[in-house]
């Protein structure tokens, strides 16, 4: 069998073990410690616009301290993209809460601000506000942040930014991860950086750090013995799972580029094939293209060549699947256009990663080329 060839695997500097073992001489394996305050630092410097990181567990956890701290309890609703990924639904559900899905729109993929405003008024209708609103930058192309910011103030509602998947994207020259009232980052195995597991939140305030910092550490209250006031969490990132982040940092600038140079190469192989076609960046946009995506012309296609290239041990993956087609969230309001669902059946992600070799490159080109000679 040839060589598998990964959709998005981790792919380390070389730097990583020198932060780890660090770690280890000094005896630094709690969940604190140099490399976490080191890392905070570095990704707040990489972000800058006066942000405020806390390392924690995962970008779930950062989700889910986010809804807290904006007072999300039993029996709110919180606006979701529903072209996303299960864990930027979930921790609404955790709160006792209910998601109200909003469907996409056909420039980003990513929530589309004219359902969110007939969203937010049919919510309002029915005698309940929305908390807050969740929007996803999909696959590292920012969301319509202009418009959806300009929707969540007219009706004072925060905006969660999910930038799980587009550290090292830009919105206007600003950083994904600083376009929202709190912002929330992944380092996930298959993330633009990886610290095997982990995420982050990014706050407007020192302040807002502190106390999400305290919710992650089992919200202990100043006092010699164990006081808890409050229930916390155990979400706070270790100083081994940090120093991994650290020595990656180093390489994030190269890790975009790599993936936009992927993303080129797969556009100029295909851009004869009207077949396929991919988004492109709107003005002002940036992706840090974390995967790259193309769409097919229909759902047969798509399925047919994925299972093509599985057969040459290529990992290919169809584009999320909607949040409102899952049966544990079908229940939950939606507002819909069609947009996700169509993308969902004609949609496919092509291996991206950082790592990946010329030769791999072809490999997955004449394979795709070969599927196409066939069918």
């Known amino acids: 069998m040839k060589p598998k060839i990964w959709l998005s695997s981790p792919h380390m500097s070389g730097n990583e ?3 780890i073992n660090e770690a280890f001489e000094t005896n630094w394996v709690a969940p604190l410690g140099p490399n976490v305050n080191g890392f905070e630092s570095d990704l707040q410097s990489y972000l800058n616009d006066n942000r405020h990181v806390a390392a924690l567990a995962s970008g779930t956890s ?6 807290i701290m904006l007072g999300v309890g039993i029996g709110d609703e919180v606006i979701c993209q529903s072209k996303t990924f299960s864990a930027s639904a979930n921790p609404i559900v955790y709160q006792g809460a209910s998601p109200v899905f909003v469907d996409s729109e056909r420039d980003t993929w990513n929530m589309c601000p004219e359902q969110l405003e007939i969203a937010i008024k049919d919510r309002i209708s029915k005698g309940i506000k929305p908390k807050a609103i969740i929007a996803v930058h999909l696959y590292g192309m920012p969301y319509k942040v202009d418009q959806i910011n300009e929707v969540a103030l007219k009706y004072s509602i925060p905006v969660i930014e999910d930038s799980a998947e587009s550290l090292g994207s830009l919105y206007k020259g600003k950083n994904c991860g600083t376009l929202g009232d709190f912002s929330i980052l992944s380092f996930n195995g298959n993330k633009i950086i990886t610290t095997s597991g982990g995420g982050a939140l990014v706050t407007k305030s020192k302040e807002l750090k502190q106390k999400a910092v305290f919710l992650a550490t089992q ?3 100043d006092a010699p013995h164990y006081l808890h006031s409050q229930i916390g969490y155990n979400y706070r990132m270790s100083n081994i799972v940090a120093g991994i982040g650290r020595g990656q940092m180093t390489i994030l600038d190269s890790h975009v580029a790599k993936r936009r140079s992927n993303h080129q190469f797969y556009f100029d192989a295909f851009k004869h094939n009207n077949r ?9 946009y940036f992706s840090n293209r974390w ?3 193309i769409l097919l ?3 047969e296609t798509r399925e047919n060549l994925r299972l093509a290239l599985e057969k040459e041990n290529i990992e290919s993956r169809p584009l999320w699947k909607p949040m409102h087609q899952q049966p544990v969230f079908e229940k939950y309001p939606s507002y819909l256009n069609g947009v996700s669902d169509e993308l969902f059946e004609k949609g496919l992600c092509l291996p991206s990663g950082s790592n990946l070799t ?3 490159l072809e490999r997955i080109v004449l394979a795709i080329n070969a599927y196409f000679v066939t069918c």
Request: hydrophobic share 35%.
């Open 291 to 293: 995967l790259s995506c």
């Open 62 to 67: 950062a989700l889910h301290l986010s809804l």
């Open 17 to 19: 073990l020198s932060y």
């Open 219 to 221: 919200a202990r209250d």
């Open 358 to 360: 010329d030769n791999e």
């Open 276 to 284: 396929i076609t991919f988004l492109q960046e709107p003005e002002g």
């Open 297 to 299: 012309d229909s759902k």
